[in-house]
Antibody, heavy 120, light 106 residues
Framework: EVQLVQSGAEVKKPGESLKISCKGS????????IAWVRQMPGKGLEWMGI????????RYSPSFQGQATISADKSISTAYVQWSSLKASDTAMYYC?????????????WGQGTTVTVSS | SYELTQPPSVSVSPGQTASITCSGH??????ACWYQQKPGQSPVAIIY???KRPSGIPERFSGSNSGNTATLTISGTQAMDEADYYC?????????FGGGTKLTVL
């Protein structure tokens, strides 16, 4: 079964750092792009960026460039997004998703989501 | 930056046809796709490359894309189709989501 399994919920304070993960299984992880998507409470989906783990080629949405860092470790089929200094406005559900194909593709497999709460 | 516009809400009676639009500059020259998200769940792809249905998605879901508008059509809408629906397209190497449409089946 093709699946993406994300790390568990996090509660952090403003200014703290955080790295959440997304582990792929059931397919060749290095042959597909992985996207990260933010969903703030009660709001819509926002595309953060993508990474191709085979060569770590990474693209960011202009809205998220410099706000978070996307990375991957192909040896363990895992993608990450990390923050060096969290803000309350980073409170959201974060999803990873696999792009069906290269190029203009939809996202055909989604993780279960990781809830990040940033509060003092 | 590229924007996709959806109506915030659409209502439909059970068994009727629901249409949800997604508008963007020359959207018809891009591939549009659609996701369904039910409360507390991850999004699910229901239409890709304008009009293709992934395996397991019911035939009542269909898509089209022309000019500046992509349309998701749900024929014979069922109560289980009540959900949020998002369109998505690419602007160069960046993906963009529409704001989402809440479909109410009443």
């Amino acid at each position: 079964e093709v699946q993406l399994v994300q790390s568990g919920a996090e509660v952090k304070k403003p200014g703290e750092s955080l790295k959440i993960s997304c582990k792929g299984s059931g397919y060749s992880f290095t042959h597909y792009w992985i996207a990260w998507v933010r969903q703030m409470p009660g709001k819509g989906l926002e595309w953060m960026g993508i990474i191709y783990s085979d060569d770590s080629d990474t693209r960011y949405s202009p809205s998220f460039q410099g706000q978070a860092t996307i990375s991957a470790d192909k040896s363990i089929s895992t993608a990450y997004v990390q923050w060096s200094s969290l803000k309350a406005s980073d409170t959201a559900m974060y999803y990873c998703a696999r792009l069906r194909t290269a190029g203009e593709s939809d996202m055909d497999v989604w993780g279960q989501g990781t809830t990040v709460t940033v509060s003092s | 930056s590229y924007e996709l516009t959806q109506p915030p809400s659409v209502s439909v009676s059970p068994g009727q046809t629901a249409s949800i639009t997604c508008s963007g500059h020359k959207l018809g020259e891009k591939y549009a796709c659609w996701y369904q998200q039910k409360p507390g769940q991850s999004p699910v792809a229901i239409i890709y490359q304008n009009n293709k249905r992934p395996s397991g998605i019911p035939e009542r879901f269909s898509g089209s894309n022309s000019g500046n508008t992509a349309t998701l059509t749900i024929s014979g809408t069922q109560a289980m189709d009540e959900a949020d629906y998002y369109c998505q397209a690419w602007d160069g190497s960046t993906a963009v989501f529409g704001g989402g449409t809440k479909l109410t089946v009443l």
